[in-house]
């Protein structure tokens, strides 16, 4: 299986200042089809998961350009340029690239 | 506006079953493979099963590979899991999630109680 693994698991930070997030692969993620199948996720407390960042940084529709994603083959960053209190939750990245699909840890984002 | 809507959680004895519905709305649900992911209580997310957009392929977590059985009807527009033999460690909430790769609309969740 492919492991994901987030660093840090917990980020405090301040608002309006930036944060980042890495997310690394025990396998390549590109595909057969050349297209890296890792996305981004966030997840409120009692809320679903929303995805935010799809095939390494593509942003969703209705999501801030303070977000971005970046990286290939194993290694992946999820960075917000200047975090909002609406930006507090867990952020998780997930690979679709092979089976089973994975998601890391978990990075837990506060307000300090 | 799209939508799922999971239902069919609730409280079951360890060993019983649970079949869990998730109803597709405001998209063609017939041309896209379909997903369940579950989050135990206090944890992180895992990929359960899932099953292409004509239901001739599925694919299970090693954790429920036996056990649970992913199924669709489009006629109904509804995904379904059918789980069996459930554990304590089956305990949580159940997302059904549109997509394979892509999971990009997700529902409210499903809660799953394995408790004697």
């Known amino acids: 299986d492919v492991v994901m693994t987030q660093s840090p698991l917990s980020l405090p930070v301040t608002l309006g200042q930036p944060a980042s997030i890495s997310c690394r692969s025990s396998q390549s993620l590109v595909y057969s089809d050349g297209i890296t199948y890792l996305n981004w996720f966030r997840q409120r407390p009692g809320q679903s998961p929303r995805r935010l960042i799809y095939k390494a940084s593509n942003r969703d529709s209705g999501v801030p350009d303070r977000f971005s994603g970046s990286g290939s083959g194993n290694d992946f960053t999820l960075n917000i340029s200047r975090v909002e209190a609406e930006d507090v939750g867990v952020y998780y990245c997930m690979q679709a690239t092979r089976w089973p699909r994975t998601f890391g840890q978990g990075t837990k984002v506060e307000i300090k | 506006e799209v939508q799922l809507v999971e239902s069919g959680g609730g409280l079951v004895q360890p060993g019983g079953s649970l079949r869990l519905s998730c109803a597709a709305s405001g998209f063609i649900f017939s041309i896209y493979a379909m997903t369940w992911v579950r989050q135990a209580p206090g944890r992180g997310l895992e990929w359960v099963s899932t099953i292409s957009d004509s239901g001739s392929n599925t694919n299970y977590a090693d954790s429920v590979k036996g056990r649970f059985t992913i199924s669709r009807d489009n006629s109904k527009d509804t995904l379904y899991l059918q789980m069996n033999s459930l554990r304590a460690e089956d305990m949580a909430v159940y997302y059904c999630?549109?997509?394979?790769?892509?999971?990009?609309?997700w529902g409210k969740g499903a809660t799953v109680t394995v408790s004697s």
């Open positions: 999630t549109r997509g394979t790769s892509g999971m990009d609309v």
